[in-house]
Every structure is written in C-alpha cells, then in structure tokens.
C-alpha cells in the first residue's frame, strides 16, 4: 500500500510541474523570440511582436515594435548567443506571462560584450500565434 500510494505522488507531483498545451506554445513563441533576435532576421522579428509592442530596457528606455525590429536587424544591437535561465511560464486566458534571467554575448556596433539581465514578457494570443506585446528587463541582483 505505500508503494502505490508513494507511486501516486510522485506521479502527481511530476504532473504538477508538465506544461498544458498553451504553456507549451508559449514556450515555443519565446525560443522563436530568442532565435530571431540571434538571427538578426527582420521578418522573423516583425511576425513575432505585436503591432502595439512595448519594449523596455533595464536603463529605462522604451521602444514600439518598429524601433525594436530596426535596432536588432540593422545590428545595432546585435546579440551573439542568448542563454535563458530559470524561465516561469503562465497562461491566462489569452494572456501569458513569462519571466527569465537572459544570459548573452554581444557585438554591438562592432563591441563585445555581455549581458547579464531578468526579463518579464507579456504575451497576447492573436488567433492561433502568440505575439509579444511587452518586455521589460530589469537589473538582477548580485
């Protein structure tokens, strides 16, 4: 009786933690996000985001979509490698919020560097795609 009773928790604990089908095509969305904006690509960057897209910066500048798809295909900011840690996924209704630490390496306008930020993405279910509508990095704590 404990081996099954320990078997059911286990089974629910790990289905605790799985991802629903939207969760799942969040997640999918913010790899897409992550790849283009490693590609540079203006068409991948454009279908991605929002008409209404919110960008912020951790410095506290704000961009609309037009703005954030010229500064990273014209490689203004031109993003090597992205690494996302510790990412949350939630979904609520056609809403979905996203929270991670990005990891990267850049070359902007021909400078190396790294960035070490938390980002928080809110995402808007427009048909059957999900699209950015805001973004906010912040300063992590060290």
Not at 59 to 74: L, Q, W, Y
Request: proline share 1%; net charge positive; no cysteine.
């Amino acid at each position: 009786m404990k081996k099954i009773i320990l078997a059911l928790l286990l089974m629910s604990s790990t289905m605790l933690y799985a991802q629903n089908k939207e969760e799942q095509s969040l997640t999918a969305a913010v790899e897409k996000l992550k790849n283009a904006m490693i590609s540079g690509e203006r068409k991948a960057l454009e279908e991605v985001a929002a008409d209404d897209l919110s960008y912020g910066h951790s410095g506290g500048k704000v961009e609309d979509k037009a703005t954030f798809v010229e500064t990273i295909a014209s490689g203004k900011s031109d993003f090597v490698t992205i690494e996302l840690k510790n990412q949350t996924v939630k979904v609520t209704g056609k809403t979905g919020v996203v929270r991670h630490e990005l990891h990267a390496t850049t070359n902007d306008g021909g400078k190396p560097g790294e960035v070490h930020i938390g980002i928080m993405l809110v995402w808007q279910k427009q048909g059957k795609d999900w699209k950015l509508l805001a973004r906010q990095a912040y300063k992590l704590p060290h």
